[in-house]
């Protein structure tokens, strides 16, 4: 049976096939390996009792390494991401020369306990990228 991986936060991406890659802690995932493959999934804590997993799609790992953040801040990295869209409308919310890039590695860094502020490049992330069965 693969191993399950959660995707809500980029739910439409991974439904319409775009996302191709995720960043994740580097503690996490360490047995992961290209041809391993993975059954992505809507959510999969905090359901309510009785609740059952939805699977939304099945990949195999195509690479998985630890590189730097700021290697995210591609136009390309952000879109296999699957929040390009979330990036654009953000940067231009903030109406100042925040990229999508940046803020992509904003939103990772916030989003796993470092300060907005932190320098990318010294903070290391798990890289997978996959394709779709």
């Not at 439409?12 to 390996?33: C, E, F, G, I, Y």
């Not at 959510?43 to 700021?70: H, S």
């Not at 879109?79 to 925040?98: P, V």
Request: with cysteine.
């Amino acid at each position: 049976m693969a191993r399950r991986m959660s995707v809500s936060m980029t739910l439409d991406a991974v439904r319409s096939r775009t996302k191709t890659v995720t960043r994740r802690h580097p503690d996490t995932w360490q047995n992961l390996k290209v041809g391993d493959r993975l059954t992505l999934i809507e959510k999969g804590m905090g359901l309510p009792k009785g609740a059952k997993q939805t699977v939304v799609a099945e990949v195999e790992i195509v690479d998985v390494r630890v590189e730097p953040l700021d290697l995210a801040r591609s136009w390309g990295e952000v879109k296999a991401e699957g929040l390009w869209e979330c990036a654009r409308e953000a940067a231009i919310e903030c109406d100042t020369d925040l990229t999508p890039g940046m803020w992509f590695c904003q939103f990772w860094l916030t989003g796993h306990g470092y300060p907005a502020d932190a320098d990318p490049s010294t903070v290391p992330v798990r890289r997978i990228e996959w394709r779709y069965l």
